[in-house]
């Protein structure tokens, strides 16, 4: 029989106040950055300090879609990242599964190669992707022009590799299929065999199998490998900063570092605005990821 | 008479012979629907890392004479960079952010975080959100908040806090760049750290720290006897995987510093883009991420065995 003495009872109560003070703290050094961005945002005199406005406003927000192209930067940033995501989801679903139900001696060898693409750095990879995309890109130019004449510029601008959404995408869809494959491949693991061998007895093909067996079957697993491409490919600087130069084509990371960078003539409140525009799909999408979370970092850990 | 056709024997190898037929049928389709994938990676990681080699040995730029005709210089890249004081600054500056912002800050917090939030106690799920809300934010905005937070003059909001407790407000960006990068890193991955070390804590089972309990074991003797020898694989592994991800940061610090003042903040990721495509010596650039991606390769092969890869 448990007995708790009043000492012990002094005890508990003296480790939960710890735990409730540096919680507090921890919270508040997470918390405040943020308080910044929203106050400011809505400040009709913003600063670049923490201030506690003198009136309340919605203008901020407006400036950034009337003075700015903050609307182009939107549909650009939605554009190519959902196309990566959706790009992700549909490769990932696919060669996860054949990940975790393939036999072939390449099985081993191709796991221990995405864990280790994982870790390789995007920034020591991207000069040589430059190159190789520039002459991808010089190539298509070559064999555009002499058919679209003056066109090929606006056709480029969608399917070129560099400053094109195509190139893009592709490339942001790549640095997120390492850990959507392993967490499709960790998903179908878990699946039993028992739903498509039956479909298989039925005589199903794996067209069929995939799409009335599979995919309903996968979507839990979908949603999350989306998720997580979407917020890495959202949040990411490096590869727009580098495959982009077109104004019209730029997007909000680019937007908002370069609007920061004209030193003479810094609109904080617009800055603010833009920023938490920018940041709101990436926190609801981590909202919607979060019971995913701790499944794909402690999967990560049981092995 | 040999076996006749209906023999159960005959059937036997019939139906293996047709199911062996139609395990390679699906294993070939299987190697199908992986080829997107395959090709992706292959063209845009697996030949990047390898051209990178390449481009290291040449004198290729993005302008000037060596833009037209590149030359193959032989080691003539790695040589320059071993007398290449920003390099090791580069090298110095990055072992300095990996052990102050990854091995320290933000798995001590994470891990205070992470044990605290194991007590039975009110907004457990308000903290943790809270806690996690940084690793949402995009690097560049993160970079523009703590622009904000780090400001110099005194009503910045760092001076502001600092001078209640009677410190000098500075202009933290450029006074202390380093450890004010480290601070801002730390801020932003105390969510991985104690993500990781809650699932680690939650299989260490209570009965152990019951019977401790019992012998009249103290809570610091407990978290030392107990709590730390068990966590320790998965210590490792947070650790391998937060020194990988912490050696590619780029865009958070490009952000705040673009790598100054006078090369105060510049990580090997930020030394690689200014050499390329600030300085355009893409050859000079490749010999650097080469070093990086070698680095990134041993830590990432002790991460491979450490995750026991489950076939």
């Given at each position: 029989?448990?007995?708790?003495?009043?000492?012990?009872?002094?005890?508990?109560?003296?480790?939960?106040?710890?735990?409730?003070?540096?919680?507090?703290?921890?919270?508040?050094?997470?918390?405040?950055?943020?308080?910044?961005?929203?106050?400011?945002?809505?400040?009709?005199?913003?600063?670049?300090?923490?201030?506690?406005?003198?009136?309340?406003?919605?203008?901020?927000?407006?400036?950034?879609?009337?003075?700015?192209?903050?609307?182009?930067?939107?549909?650009?940033?939605?554009?190519?990242?959902?196309?990566?995501?959706?790009?992700?989801?549909?490769?990932?679903?696919?060669?996860?599964?054949?990940?975790?139900?393939?036999?072939?001696?390449?099985?081993?060898?191709?796991?221990?190669?995405?864990?280790?693409?994982?870790?390789?750095?995007?920034?020591?990879?991207?000069?040589?992707?430059?190159?190789?995309?520039?002459?991808?890109?010089?190539?298509?130019?070559?064999?555009?022009?002499?058919?679209?004449?003056?066109?090929?510029?606006?056709?480029?601008?969608?399917?070129?590799?560099?400053?094109?959404?195509?190139?893009?995408?592709?490339?942001?869809?790549?640095?997120?299929?390492?850990?959507?494959?392993?967490?499709?491949?960790?998903?179908?693991?878990?699946?039993?065999?028992?739903?498509?061998?039956?479909?298989?007895?039925?005589?199903?093909?794996?067209?069929?199998?995939?799409?009335?067996?599979?995919?309903?079957?996968?979507?839990?697993?979908?949603?999350?490998?989306?998720?997580?491409?979407?917020?890495?490919?959202?949040?990411?600087?490096?590869?727009?900063?580098?495959?982009?130069?077109?104004?019209?084509?730029?997007?909000?990371?680019?937007?908002?570092?370069?609007?920061?960078?004209?030193?003479?003539?810094?609109?904080?409140?617009?800055?603010?605005?833009?920023?938490?525009?920018?940041?709101?799909?990436?926190?609801?999408?981590?909202?919607?990821?979060?019971?995913?979370?701790?499944?794909?970092?402690?999967?990560?850990?049981?092995? | 008479?040999?076996?006749?056709?209906?023999?159960?024997?005959?059937?036997?190898?019939?139906?293996?012979?047709?199911?062996?037929?139609?395990?390679?049928?699906?294993?070939?389709?299987?190697?199908?629907?992986?080829?997107?994938?395959?090709?992706?990676?292959?063209?845009?990681?697996?030949?990047?890392?390898?051209?990178?080699?390449?481009?290291?040995?040449?004198?290729?730029?993005?302008?000037?004479?060596?833009?037209?005709?590149?030359?193959?210089?032989?080691?003539?890249?790695?040589?320059?960079?071993?007398?290449?004081?920003?390099?090791?600054?580069?090298?110095?500056?990055?072992?300095?952010?990996?052990?102050?912002?990854?091995?320290?800050?933000?798995?001590?917090?994470?891990?205070?975080?992470?044990?605290?939030?194991?007590?039975?106690?009110?907004?457990?799920r308000l903290f943790s959100s809270i806690i996690l809300l940084p690793n949402a934010a995009p690097e560049v905005v993160a970079g523009f908040m703590w622009i904000s937070m780090l400001a110099g003059g005194e009503q910045a909001t760092l001076s502001r806090i600092v001078s209640f407790f009677g410190v000098t407000p500075a202009d933290w960006l450029q006074v202390f760049p380093l450890s004010m990068i480290i601070i801002v890193n730390t801020w932003r991955g105390i969510a991985t750290a104690m993500i990781l070390l809650t699932a680690g804590l939650s299989t260490i089972p209570n009965e152990i720290y019951e019977a401790a309990r019992m012998d009249g074991a103290t809570p610091?003797?407990?978290?030392?006897?107990?709590?730390?020898?068990?966590?320790?694989?998965?210590?490792?592994?947070?650790?391998?995987?937060?020194?990988?991800?912490?050696?590619?940061?780029?865009?958070?610090?490009?952000?705040?510093?673009?790598?100054?003042?006078?090369?105060?903040?510049?990580?090997?990721?930020?030394?690689?883009?200014?050499?390329?495509?600030?300085?355009?010596?893409?050859?000079?650039?490749?010999?650097?991420?080469?070093?990086?991606?070698?680095?990134?390769?041993?830590?990432?092969?002790?991460?491979?065995?450490?995750?026991?890869?489950?076939?």
């Amino acid at each position: 029989m448990a007995v708790i003495s009043p000492s012990e009872n002094a005890n508990k109560t003296r480790s939960d106040l710890l735990a409730y003070a540096t919680l507090s703290l921890i919270s508040i050094f997470c918390a405040v950055p943020f308080f910044w961005v929203l106050i400011a945002s809505l400040d009709g005199n913003a600063q670049l300090f923490l201030r506690w406005p003198e009136q309340w406003t919605f203008a901020n927000y407006l400036r950034v879609f009337t003075k700015e192209d903050g609307a182009k930067w939107l549909f650009n940033s939605l554009f190519v990242v959902g196309g990566a995501t959706v790009l992700v989801m549909v490769l990932a679903g696919l060669g996860g599964y054949a990940l975790s139900r393939t036999r072939a001696w390449w099985k081993l060898p191709f796991l221990y190669a995405i864990l280790l693409i994982r870790v390789l750095p995007p920034t020591a990879l991207v000069v040589p992707l430059y190159k190789f995309l520039l002459t991808l890109n010089n190539a298509e130019g070559a064999i555009l022009r002499p058919i679209f004449g003056e066109y090929t510029r606006p056709i480029m601008r969608w399917t070129g590799f560099i400053d094109g959404y195509l190139g893009l995408i592709l490339v942001l869809a790549t640095m997120q299929l390492p850990l959507a494959l392993w967490i499709m491949k960790t998903f179908f693991d878990g699946l039993p065999r028992d739903y498509e061998e039956a479909a298989l007895m039925d005589g199903a093909t794996l067209v069929q199998r995939i799409r009335r067996v599979l995919i309903p079957l996968a979507l839990p697993g979908l949603a999350a490998a989306g998720l997580f491409a979407f917020m890495s490919a959202w949040g990411d600087f490096l590869l727009p900063l580098i495959f982009l130069s077109s104004p019209e084509l730029q997007t909000l990371p680019l937007g908002l570092f370069r609007a920061f960078l004209r030193i003479n003539e810094i609109d904080y409140g617009l800055l603010a605005a833009l920023a938490f525009i920018y940041l709101l799909p990436a926190v609801v999408a981590f909202g919607f990821a979060r019971r995913f979370l701790v499944q794909t970092f402690a999967g990560g850990v049981k092995g | 008479m040999l076996a006749s056709p209906n023999s159960p024997f005959e059937r036997v190898t019939e139906l293996s012979m047709a199911r062996n037929v139609h395990e390679r049928r699906t294993e070939r389709q299987l190697l199908l629907i992986l080829l997107p994938s395959l090709a992706l990676l292959l063209a845009f990681v697996i030949y990047p890392a390898l051209y990178s080699v390449y481009l290291s040995f040449t004198n290729e730029a993005l302008t000037g004479a060596a833009a037209l005709r590149p030359r193959f210089v032989g080691i003539r890249n790695y040589a320059r960079l071993l007398n290449d004081a920003k390099f090791w600054n580069a090298l110095l500056v990055t072992f300095l952010f990996v052990v102050g912002s990854a091995v320290i800050g933000q798995f001590v917090l994470g891990l205070i975080s992470a044990v605290a939030l194991r007590r039975r106690i009110h907004f457990r799920r308000l903290f943790s959100s809270i806690i996690l809300l940084p690793n949402a934010a995009p690097e560049v905005v993160a970079g523009f908040m703590w622009i904000s937070m780090l400001a110099g003059g005194e009503q910045a909001t760092l001076s502001r806090i600092v001078s209640f407790f009677g410190v000098t407000p500075a202009d933290w960006l450029q006074v202390f760049p380093l450890s004010m990068i480290i601070i801002v890193n730390t801020w932003r991955g105390i969510a991985t750290a104690m993500i990781l070390l809650t699932a680690g804590l939650s299989t260490i089972p209570n009965e152990i720290y019951e019977a401790a309990r019992m012998d009249g074991a103290t809570p610091s003797q407990m978290f030392r006897r107990i709590t730390l020898p068990l966590m320790m694989p998965t210590i490792l592994l947070y650790m391998l995987i937060s020194a990988v991800s912490t050696i590619a940061v780029f865009g958070l610090v490009y952000a705040l510093t673009r790598g100054g003042p006078g090369g105060a903040t510049e990580l090997v990721s930020i030394y690689i883009y200014n050499q390329s495509f600030t300085a355009f010596q893409l050859g000079y650039g490749a010999a650097v991420a080469v070093v990086a991606l070698l680095i990134s390769l041993v830590l990432g092969i002790g991460y491979v065995r450490a995750m026991k890869v489950e076939v």
